[in-house]
Each structure stands twice: as structure tokens, then as C-alpha cells.
């Protein structure tokens, strides 16, 4: 597992900095890569860690799913002048969906590393 735990540091990273580079405006696609490149070795983390048994997924996925959807329906929203009143709430629930699915998903492995270490 620690082999691939560089996966999720580095995807979480990229996603930050996408997030920075929005912020300050950075011309160019450097934002959108950063965001697709981040949430790719994201995915690959999770599905190199179920494959391996190191990564237990439950209903919390769930909410990821939901959260998602929720952020791209936002971003939809943003370009739809008719709509514009209601990205920041569906971005806001959906930032808010994908933070309790991450809490819960660390809980989880927290919890199913100490049930192996006892095995």
C-alpha cells in the first residue's frame, strides 16, 4: 500500500494546484491538466488499492458520485446565464458531498488497516 500511497498525495496535490492556478488566473489549459491529471491518479490509487485488497469501498462511494455530479452540474450552471443563481449552491453542496465522502473514506481505512493488523 505505501507504494501507491504517492498516488493520492500527488493527485491531491495537482488538484490544489489546479485550484491555485484558477484562482490567479494562469492563461492557458495548465488548470484543466492539472485537474485531469490529478483526479486520474486519484482514480488509479483506488483501483490499484481495491485490486491489491488494501483499499476497502462501501456506500460511501456514494457520496463521490454525488458530489461530482453535483460540481459538474454546477460548472454547467455557470455557463447558463438563466441558471447562474444556482451554481453556487449546487457547488457548494457538492464541495460539501466530496469532503464528508473523504472523511469517511479515511475513517473506513483507518478501521479496516487495524482489522488486518489484528488478523
Known amino acids: 500500500m505505501d507504494k501507491i500511497k504517492y498516488l ?3 493527485g491531491g496535490t495537482l488538484i490544489l494546484l ?3 492556478l484558477k484562482i490567479f ?17 486519484k482514480i488509479l ?3 490499484l488499492g481495491v485490486r491489491s485488497g488494501q483499499v476497502k469501498l462501501g456506500s460511501e462511494m456514494l457520496l463521490l458520485v454525488l458530489g461530482l455530479m ?8 455557470r455557463k447558463t446565464e438563466q ?30 488497516r487495524k482489522e488486518l493488523a489484528i488478523e
Open 8 to 10: 493520492i498525495m500527488a
Open 83 to 112: 441558471l447562474m443563481h444556482l451554481y453556487a449552491w449546487f457547488l457548494s453542496i457538492g464541495i460539501i458531498t466530496k469532503t464528508l465522502f473523504v472523511v469517511l473514506f479515511i475513517r473506513k481505512q483507518k478501521r479496516y
Open 45 to 47: 490509487y483506488l483501483v
Open 18 to 20: 489546479g485550484i491555485v
Open 70 to 77: 453535483l460540481i459538474f452540474t454546477a460548472v454547467y450552471l
Open 25 to 41: 488566473g494562469v492563461e492557458g489549459p495548465w488548470a484543466a491538466i492539472c485537474f485531469g491529471v490529478g483526479g486520474t491518479m
